[in-house]
């Protein structure tokens, strides 16, 4: 199965800075989704990004499909940002419906103020 | 829009016992719901996708005997923890799809403890 390796693992930032977290994949995917964990646990969708770049307010996602890797660019970054980012490539198409997410280990962000 | 609900949000139970988790899709239908168990600070494993109306794929390694889950309707999923044992103890996630939709929407998940 595709193997997904995120980096880096952690990351403690000061208010205000900038940074980018990395999604690296080895093999083909169909798609991909940034989430952030927050430290209650949930899940909050960030993007959904098979190629390309999307933004978001301070956060922009790059997606090269071809190189089987993708970025996460946090700016200005805010403490409420802190808890952990996962990206999941999709693994292509399983018993004829959607495939299946393959989470990374996440990168734990830590915001200070 | 695409909010998924789980209940309860923590749960305690005694070793032997059988708990219920519930995953709602709020404002859309979920032809797809997938189930997620997640250990402290590990990443989440997919334990089963369920398309409504069909018996649920599991992964392997995961006891479908021990994790009963039924997808009757398409705003609900609900996953069984039979004869939970302390090894069960974990925090457990369902999220959702529409149809002809890649994306899946999180639950806020489930904590549950077994004593």
């Known amino acids: 199965g595709i193997q997904v390796e995120q980096s880096p693992p952690d990351l403690i930032l000061q208010e205000g800075a900038n940074s980018t977290l990395r999604c690296n994949f080895s093999d083909s995917v169909n798609n991909l989704q940034w989430f952030h964990q927050n430290p209650w646990g949930q899940l909050i969708n960030l993007f959904y990004i098979p190629s390309g770049t999307k933004q978001n307010g301070r956060l922009s996602a790059t997606t090269v499909a071809t190189e089987r890797y993708s970025l996460l660019y946090i700016s200005s970054s805010q403490t409420t940002d802190s808890g952990v980012y996962f990206c999941a490539p999709r693994d292509g198409f399983y018993g004829g419906s959607q495939g299946n997410l393959i989470f990374g280990k996440g990168t734990k962000l830590s915001v200070k103020p | 829009g695409a909010v998924v609900s789980q209940h309860p949000s923590r749960v305690i139970c005694k070793s032997g016992t059988s708990v219920k988790i519930e995953c709602r899709s709020l404002?859309?239908?979920?032809?797809?719901m997938f189930w997620y168990r997640q250990f402290p600070k590990k990443s989440l494993m997919l334990m089963a996708t369920s398309n409504e109306g069909s018996k649920a794929t599991y992964e392997q390694g995961v006891e479908k005997d021990k994790f009963l889950i039924n997808h009757a309707s398409l705003t609900l999923s609900t996953l069984t923890v039979t004869s939970a044992h302390p090894e069960d103890s974990s925090f457990y996630i369902c999220?959702?799809?529409?149809?002809?939709?890649?994306?899946?929407?999180f639950g806020p998940g489930t904590r549950l403890t077994v004593t």
């Open positions: 404002d859309f239908q979920a032809t797809t």
């Open positions: 999220s959702a799809a529409q149809l002809n939709s890649y994306e899946q929407y």
